[in-house]
């Protein structure tokens, strides 16, 4: 990912809440000599290993799933909120539209998961995930046990020690406090969830 200095975020701990806020991440794998992309949520072991590890799992019939074991290094792109910003919202009358967003890229080498394994990583992304939300937790209990392990032989279970993390927040670091102040102000006047989301990461950023 291009980064230029004013917009990298070398944060960890950062990056990690980022990939905990936005757990749906988009693996891109070269399957056949095409690149594939697979939009698949992810669980972070952020205090393992240098950089973290990500647990992740595809349906066996995946074309990915089946290429991971020597796949050698793959990439993990999540996205954050982002936002179309209008140059009249700027204090300088000579600039020019651009677009205000986050991300985090992630590379690694994946190695497959154990049946225990995969259960494991089942149990931690339904529990994170129904902790959530305003009622009492959906756990794996409730299904029958002869059903939950039928389930388990369609899907895969990987791991991914994080070798690089990359942030990018590209919020206007680069412009005037008054042009800053000026997007973030017209981005909540729009009311709108994301406007306002994007709105909240400049004022937070700069």
Known sequence: MYVPKAFSNEDKS??????REHALGTLVTTVNGRLQATHVPCVLDAERGENGYLRFHLAAT???AQILDSAGEVLFVFTGPE???????????KLVPT??????HIYGTVTRLSDAGLC???????SEHEGRLPKQPWTTDKL???????LRTAIVGFELPISIIEGKWKLNQNR?????KGAAQNLRAL????????????????
């Open 83 to 93: 936002h179309y910003i209008s140059p009249d919202w700027y204090d300088n009358p």
């Open 120 to 126: 494991e990583l089942l149990e931690d992304l339904s």
């Open 176 to 180: 005037t406090a008054a042009d800053r």
């Open 62 to 64: 995946n074309p990915s």
């Open 144 to 150: 029958p046990q002869a059903l939950y392990a039928k």
């Open 191 to 206: 009311n709108e969830p994301q406007a306002l989301t994007v709105a909240v990461e400049m004022e937070q950023t700069n």
């Open 14 to 19: 950062a990056l990690h809440e980022f990939l």
């Open 99 to 104: 677009w205000n967003y986050t991300a985090v």
